[in-house]
């Protein structure tokens, strides 16, 4: 699989901004799920937004964008999509997206967030906001 991310750019405060995750390769069918990681720079990589696929499509936020941020997938495209609202200075970083495989059960927020559990991943895509 391979994943190209592609929407960042400069937002002000309490703008929005829609991030896609561009996937192909011949497993692709086999990705169990997908997730939305962002690094601000001198932290740590963190999980904001998954989707488990064999969960029947559930859903996973973080305590620091939900309510305002929206994962969605079109499988017709191989593309998942990341809906940023209420656009906060602390939202910049480094956005990625990954895939996991071999998930087929439900493993709960905090292992879908765990990024060692995600095997291939984006070049990640920048994302400013200003205040």
């Known amino acids: 699989v391979q994943l190209v991310e592609s929407g960042g750019g400069l937002a002000q405060a309490g703008g929005s901004l829609r991030l896609s995750c561009l996937g192909s390769?011949?497993?692709?069918?086999?990705?169990?799920?997908v997730a939305w990681f962002r690094q601000a720079p001198g932290k740590a990589r963190e999980g904001i937004a998954a989707?488990?696929?064999?969960?029947?499509?559930?859903?996973y936020y973080s305590d620091t964008v939900r309510g305002r941020f929206t994962i969605s997938n079109d499988d017709a495209q191989n593309t998942v999509y990341l809906e940023m609202g209420s656009l906060k200075p602390d939202d910049t970083g480094v956005y990625f997206c990954?895939?996991?495989?071999?998930?087929?059960?439900?493993?709960?927020?905090?292992?879908?967030?765990?990024?060692?559990?995600?095997?291939?991943w984006g070049q990640g895509t920048q994302v400013t906001v200003s205040s």
């Open positions: 989707v488990n696929m064999n969960e029947g499509g559930r859903k």
């Open positions: 990954a895939v996991m495989f071999g998930v087929n059960i439900a493993i709960g927020r905090q292992a879908m967030f765990q990024p060692g559990r995600y095997s291939r």
């Open positions: 390769g011949s497993d692709f069918d086999d990705v169990g799920a």
